[in-house]
């Protein structure tokens, strides 16, 4: 028996084998239809379609051709992190007709860095021009060292590498960490500025009821100098009024402790708030929440309706309170995982959302009070002009972070597969993660922009880019105007921002960033 089974050649296995497939193709499986009608053959559609992403991405698709970010922009994330040359030859390859296309408007005469400025020593010195808490008068105001900071990304969604990094990376850099929604982590407190971010599952500050426990925010602040701002999610642009559950087998004893949930027991994050129902009450939360810990408070939206704003817009005028910074997400925003029917179509694109509700706050000359935050897909600094023209006084960026610490846009955060480790809790797939280098990259990627961001000011005649307006910046329109200001494709002026050169901004005691040498 043996002998006769060894003297069946290899390729008459093979033969048996295929054979057999196809047989169980044809008639016990009722799943795929394609191979019960194509047996054998039908396996290579699946494979096909399985490598296509990656086949498109490395061979087929052209530079500026990719969604969410092109060939060209990643390209110049991953040299700038990796200060290699990070310029483009020949000249632009963008179609500078297209609709969208911006352009900054240069001055005849560039801006000139006088002696003993601060920027003659620091290329890369760009704080911003507002403090977080001031109007209020808040205990403890803030104002960000840097314009280009992290983005809200939980430890959760991130691996404990990436979070690690970045949080080195922002130290290096004068920046701040947003934590997001999964609280404050081991891996948070690396010695970088933090902003601490909660949402409905109140992850880390979390009440037994599920709602916030105001004492747990207080002794975590107390704890927790880092925290330099508070930051309550209302939404986010990849899917706004979308609530989650975290299933309990995801929930490992480190993550409970963190979050502040029970290990294996499956935890809900509802679309709405427990801790306030109404515009009036989110605004009585913020002073709650600044009493309490003394910190600058903020909210994180994407825009849609504008009814619930502009009551907002009102309290705020009527009763003189109100937050300290807005965060306005774009509809185009990243998240670790979304339905596409959300992430394609629920909330505005940033440029349509930012200017309807920036025009909210200015027809009631509130902006002074407001340090606003802009994020999606700004992380480059022509698109960073423009949203300093339209008003933002800082950008916070997540997947260009993401980026700079070696993601390739695989787009598969959502399958705890992620290939580079960042958005994935698999220890063998972080263990890929060099910190200490991907935290320098992290720093180098905002020291190469904001120094990028500082030369365009400069090249548009100003010395820091709050001076930027809106008829700095032109649109190609698809009217017959076909390309106008800012102003007015969209409709209003920026209000000025009171500014006195950047050494005041660099003198200012509540400057953050721990490395800034004074
Ligand atoms: C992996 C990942 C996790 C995120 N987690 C949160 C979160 O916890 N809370 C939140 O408000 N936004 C979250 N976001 C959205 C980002 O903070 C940001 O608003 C959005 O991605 C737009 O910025 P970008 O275009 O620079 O990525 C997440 C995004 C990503 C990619």
Redesign the pocket.
Known sequence: MIDFITSIPWYAWLLLVVFAVAIRDVFFQKAHTISHNFPIVGYFRYWLESIGPEMRQYFVANNREEL?FNRIERGWIYASAKKENNYEGFGTDRDIYAHHHIFVKNQMMAYEVPDNHPNTEDKSFVPCAKVMGAYNKRAKPYRPASVINV????FG??SAAAVEAMNKGVQKADAYH?T???GLSPYHKQGGDVIF?F?TGYFGVRSAEGSLSMEKLKTLVENNPCIKAIEI?LS???KPGKGGVLPGAKITPELAEIRGVEVGKDVLSPATHKAFKSVPELLQLIEKIAEATGLPVGI?GAIGKLDQWEQLADLMLKTGKGPDFITV??G?????AAPPSFADHVSLPWVYGFSSVYKVFLNRELTDRIVFIG?????FPAKAAMAFAMGADCI???????MSIGCIQAQV?HTNRCPTGI?TQSQWLQNGIDVTLKSERLAQYFKSFRKEFLEITHAAGYEHPCQFHMEDIQVNVDDTDLNRDLRSTYKYQKNPIPFNGVQELYDCIHLGGKSVTK
């Open positions: 969410p983005s809200a990304m939980s969604s991130l947003n997001g929604e999964g971010h949402g999610k986010q642009g990849a994180k997400d774009g185009e925003g990243g998240t670790g994020s999606g897909k700004l992380g916070n960026v997540a997947r260009e972070a993401m955060c958005a």
